[in-house]
């Protein structure tokens, strides 16, 4: 039995956001709301912001985005990265909630 919880345990810790804190139904509508411009409806980048940016966006459902943990996307989306300005308006709850839909892109 303590093989079990031992391995259980790795495994959520290894996963990022497999029990996000928010909702992500929520979310959803807030990402289409605030995010979709940019990074298009199913996460993929908005190619004519990107070349009109001279940035290449990644996917929000490749691994890389993926692997970051719900903090480090966090503070993208509140800070901003690169030449992604903060998203004004996104705290708390709602913050959670786009997180917890970023997860469902994978």
């Known amino acids: 039995m303590r093989r079990f919880t031992a391995v259980v345990a790795t495994a959520l810790i290894l996963t990022p956001g497999l029990f996000a804190a928010g909702d992500a139904a929520k979310g959803k509508d807030l990402y289409n709301a605030k995010c979709k411009n940019c990074h298009g ?20 459902g490749s691994k890389e985005v993926q692997a970051k943990k719900d903090d480090e996307l966090k503070k993208v989306v509140t800070d901003g990265t690169g030449k992604m300005k903060a998203v004004a308006g996104v705290a708390g709850a709602d913050l959670d909630n786009v997180i917890a839909y970023v997860r469902t892109l994978k």
């Open 41 to 60: 409806a199913a996460g993929e980048g908005n190619p004519n912001i990107a070349k009109a940016m001279k940035v290449e966006m990644r996917a929000l």
